[in-house]
């Protein structure tokens, strides 16, 4: 399952007119790099929740053929949380184990090897984890003899030693089906507040995975753009393009992600930039460190809490990254 439905306050407005796993990633949809993650791990039938603007997903996925899968989609009239969703898809999770993945991922961690955990271990469910090295900010996964014992707050800078950092949860569990004791039916729930602790406590094991593979999680703008550069500088490029790009020649563009429809003029300078569908860069104009939406786009419409703050700018409406 690819939990699919979230609104991604956080990447407002690239997200106005599309749920979070739609936007585009050097051309393929995020929530198509998680269709194929899965599919490379023998995963070919796949269930996709869905909530805010789900007409994007399901353009961006279809019928799940050119990702190697089988799709199943499953409406959330309401957003019920990571474990809530699970409850409303399990008559299509019955019987066999099974996998849930957040759709804001791109990894290539080898499934298999947490499948093996998950079956030695003979746990509930397996939860796979990454040494968090940089002390980013996601939360701490407490655990003991290879098994969670609960969650903590934020890491703070210099309070680990290199040689042992803490670790943090990847958006990848495996399940088995009998967590569906320990789901409330029909009402909203996550699973780290009001699924594992419950079981824990009731004697269940959660199992811990801890992988060392490449692991991306593209939940803010700032994160969006670096990611993006950073798999675009694989290739010795710093500029992508969507369908029917106009760029000017004497325009100066860098390290920027374009998606459809744009358009930079003549003597416009963009770097470090994302635009979105349909942005023109007028002549002259300069862009840089921003995120990029034309103004009809969210004209009249709020931002929603921890979203960066905006401005009009002829179009445009222009989100300063810097803030």
């Not at 707050?153 to 569990?173: E, N, R, W």
Request: charged share 25%.
């Amino acid at each position: 399952m690819i939990l699919s439905a979230g609104y991604g306050t956080r990447l407002w407005p690239l997200t106005e007119d599309r749920t979070k796993p739609a936007i585009p990633i050097l051309g393929k949809p995020l929530v198509g790099y998680v269709a194929e993650y899965l599919a490379r791990n023998g995963c070919d039938e796949i269930i996709v929740n869905l909530h805010h603007r789900p007409e994007s997903v399901r353009r961006a996925l279809g019928d799940g053929s050119r990702f190697g899968v089988k799709l199943h989609y499953v409406q959330e009239p309401e957003i019920l949380g990571t474990s809530g969703a699970v409850d409303n898809a399990r008559d299509l999770l019955d019987g066999d184990t099974f996998v849930v993945v957040n759709g804001k991922i791109i990894t290539d961690i080898h499934l298999g090897a947490a499948f093996e955990t998950h079956r030695r271990t003979r746990a509930l469910a397996t939860l796979v984890l990454l040494p968090n090295v940089a002390c980013e900010r996601f939360s701490i996964v407490e655990t003991t003899d290879g098994f969670l014992s609960g969650f903590g707050g934020m890491p703070v800078k210099g309070a680990f030693k290199d040689s042992d950092p803490p670790l943090m949860f990847t958006g990848i569990q495996i399940l088995e089906r009998r967590i569906f004791d320990y789901i409330p039916r029909g009402v909203f729930s996550h699973s780290v507040t009001d699924v594992y602790p419950q079981a824990m406590a009731k004697g269940e094991k959660i199992a811990v995975h801890v992988a060392n593979e490449n692991w991306y999680e593209l939940s803010t703008i700032q994160r969006y753009l670096d990611i993006s550069l950073l798999l675009l500088a694989r290739s010795g490029k710093s500029v992508t393009t969507g369908a029917g790009c106009d760029i000017a020649g004497n325009a100066e563009l860098s390290e920027s992600i374009l998606w459809d429809n744009v358009v930079i003029e003549s003597g416009a300078r963009v770097k470090g930039a994302v635009l979105a569908d349909n942005v023109r860069v007028r002549e002259g104009d300069v862009i840089e460190n921003a995120a990029v939406v034309c103004a009809a786009l969210i004209e009249g419409k709020p931002p929603p809490p921890k979203a960066l703050k905006g401005e009009i700018r002829g179009d445009n409406f222009v989100v300063p990254l810097t803030q």
